[in-house]
């Protein structure tokens, strides 16, 4: 398994969760990482990238509120998450694009990653 998430759980809404990837690739070497969830009964989507140079992009459901970040001497990705909601309810997923060619497509599309984690289940309540 190259990239493995952990920190998720149940948390009451208004709460907070960190979530990490620890990887077994060089960080460092990743064109992108990013989160995405996938909800009970819909489709995966993007929640945060990160770029190589430390840029990063979220999706408008996670601006002000989630931060990604990536610290390279540990080969691990994180994600913070502030002011949780019952609709963030959804298992998360690592993912990170170490092609060696430039994707040209969004940084949260999911066809830009090549390599996947198994998932963290974060469970909200209200």
């Known amino acids: 398994v190259q990239l493995a998430e952990s920190g998720g759980g149940s948390v009451q809404a208004g709460g907070s969760a960190r979530l990490s990837c620890a990887a077994l690739?060089?960080?460092?070497?990743?064109?992108?990482m990013a989160w995405f969830r996938q909800a009970p009964g819909k489709g995966r989507e993007g929640v945060a990238a990160?770029?190589?140079?430390?840029?990063?992009d979220y999706a408008d459901s996670a601006k002000g509120r989630f931060t990604i970040s990536q610290d390279n001497s540990k080969n691990t990705l994180y994600l913070r998450m502030n002011d949780l909601k019952p609709e963030d309810t959804a298992m998360y997923y690592c993912?990170?694009?170490?092609?060696?060619?430039?994707?040209?497509?969004?940084?949260?599309?999911?066809?830009?990653?090549?390599?996947w984690g198994q998932g963290t289940q974060v469970t909200v309540s209200s």
């Open positions: 990160v770029d190589r140079d430390g840029f990063t």
């Open positions: 690739l060089d960080t460092s070497s990743t064109n992108y």
């Open positions: 993912a990170a694009d170490a092609h060696n060619y430039l994707y040209a497509g969004g940084w949260l599309d999911q066809a830009r990653y090549n390599y």
